[in-house]
């Protein structure tokens, strides 16, 4: 079956500290993949996706991920993490779905930043 | 380009009620999706309408209906409220559909059912 997979529910770093979020997914083809955050009260904000090509790829607010295909993993990551960057994470997975494709979600990492 | 606008932000209805919610997508978008986020479910897909036609549809209830208006601009309908409906409620707009091309959220409704 297909699925997403975000190991950690929470995670606590220090501003500063660089930062690597999870994500593992289970299908059958290469995915289209993607990295999106919510903020509170707000709705959810695509930081970066993958497509094909290059499987590093760059995002918004300094954010990277990778696709890595032999761990089907899709791993966020950034250098330096800065306080406006507590939030929730979401991987997220396009599969097909016959003719049409369909968006298969995590559930999320927290992330908070101690000052 | 005006963002996802979703309407009203906040609602509080009872139990046996009904409520519609509003969305409108950005300008060119054509699907149009929309999704159920409580605290201990995460995202849960509700159904996604693209040209005015339904083309995915989540595991919810009958209760939970959607349409899509010439326009693009989709409405979701619950009827029969119960207790556990109560959520925010995320529209989502994109060019080709959620799983391939990104997803452009509103900042959702928040619906209190008492």
């Known amino acids: 079956a297909q699925s997403v997979t975000q190991p950690d529910i929470h995670i606590t770093v220090s501003e500063g500290a660089s930062l690597e979020l999870r994500c593992n997914y289970s299908?059958?083809?290469?995915?289209?993949l993607f990295w999106y955050v919510q903020s509170p009260g707000q709705g959810l904000q695509l930081l970066l996706k993958?497509?094909?090509?290059d499987t590093l790829v760059q995002g918004i607010k300094g954010f990277e991920a990778e696709f890595k295909r032999s761990q089907s993993s899709f791993n966020l990551r950034k250098p330096s993490v800065h306080w406006s960057d507590a939030a929730e994470y979401f991987c997220?997975?396009?599969?097909?779905?016959?003719?049409?494709?369909?968006?298969?979600w995590g559930l999320g990492t927290s992330l908070a930043v101690n000052p | 380009k005006a963002g996802v606008t979703q309407t009203p932000r906040y609602l509080i209805k009872t139990r046996g009620q009904q409520v519609t919610l509003s969305c409108s997508p950005i300008?060119?978008?054509?699907?149009v999706s929309w999704y159920q986020q409580t605290p201990g479910q995460g995202l849960q897909f509700l159904f996604e309408?693209?040209?005015?036609?339904?083309?995915n549809k989540g595991n919810f209830p009958g209760r939970f209906s959607g349409r899509q208006f010439s326009n693009s601009r989709s409405e979701m309908n619950v009827s029969t409220l119960e207790l556990g409906d109560s959520a925010l409620y995320l529209c989502?707009?994109?060019?080709?559909?959620?799983?391939?091309?990104?997803?452009?959220f509103g900042n959702g409704t928040r619906l209190t059912v008492t």
């Open positions: 299908y059958g083809a290469t995915p289209y």
């Open positions: 993958y497509f094909s090509g």
């Open positions: 300008s060119g978008h054509r699907s």
């Open positions: 309408y693209f040209s005015e036609t339904q083309r």
């Open positions: 989502a707009s994109s060019l080709e559909g959620g799983g391939a091309s990104p997803l452009h």
């Open positions: 997220a997975v396009g599969a097909r779905a016959g003719n049409n494709r369909k968006l298969i």
